[in-house]
């Protein structure tokens, strides 16, 4: 028997007997025709924010703002859509080796980048934090970045729980234009930065 949709929208249950086997061929597509460009391109640079850091072109390493000691960009290989990063210039793995100025400044990203996300993205919610370490999920555990990941409620749905595949429903180069018109407007709001 197919799937029945019970309740609210986000809700589904399948009610099958011992004998049936599940409806594979009653379940559609879902098609994710951005994701061409994660399986297209050669494998990941573990040097890429020092790479950002350095670069002279924001476009290409998806750097969104830079400030004297730190920059916030997109993450590449995001956790949801609207994912970023606050990253010291300096290359560090340990937060108690980071200045006052750049603890400052990578908070402050932080706050500029949740602004961001929600005049851009409507966010509701974030999580923020470090991962500090190889053993505590750090992908780079060289180079320390700050997340900034976008939250909205009813976000999480069984896709990740039952096949661990997460649906991201922006291209990263539209996402990319959207924040920096976002930026773009909030400056000219706001006036010159003293």
């Not at 099958?16 to 086997?21: M, P, Q, R, V, Y």
């Not at 937060?95 to 980048?113: D, P």
Request: one cysteine or more; glycine letters at 6%; aromatic letters at 8%.
């Amino acid at each position: 028997m197919p799937a029945r949709l019970h309740g609210d929208s986000a809700r589904f249950s399948f009610r099958l007997s011992d004998d049936t086997e599940f409806p594979k061929a009653d379940i559609e597509a879902l098609w994710c025709p951005w994701r061409v460009e994660y399986f297209e391109q050669e494998k990941s640079n573990p040097h890429f924010l020092s790479d950002a850091a350095r670069a002279s072109d924001d476009v290409a390493h998806l750097v969104l703002t830079r400030r004297k000691n730190a920059f916030l960009m997109m993450n590449r290989y995001p956790y949801a859509v609207g994912h970023l990063m606050a990253v010291p210039y300096r290359k560090t793995g340990d937060a108690a080796s980071l200045g006052e100025n750049e603890v400052i400044e990578l908070w402050n990203l932080a706050i500029h980048g949740q602004t961001l996300l929600r005049a851009a993205m409507k966010a509701q919610g974030f999580n923020v934090g470090l991962n500090l370490g190889q053993c505590a999920g750090a992908g780079v555990p060289h180079h320390l970045h700050l997340h900034i990941v976008p939250r909205w409620n009813g976000d999480t749905n069984f896709i990740p729980v039952l096949s661990g595949t997460r649906l991201l429903s922006e291209s990263l180069q539209s996402l990319y234009e959207k924040l920096m018109t976002t930026q773009r407007r909030l400056a000219a709001a706001e006036g010159p930065r003293t």
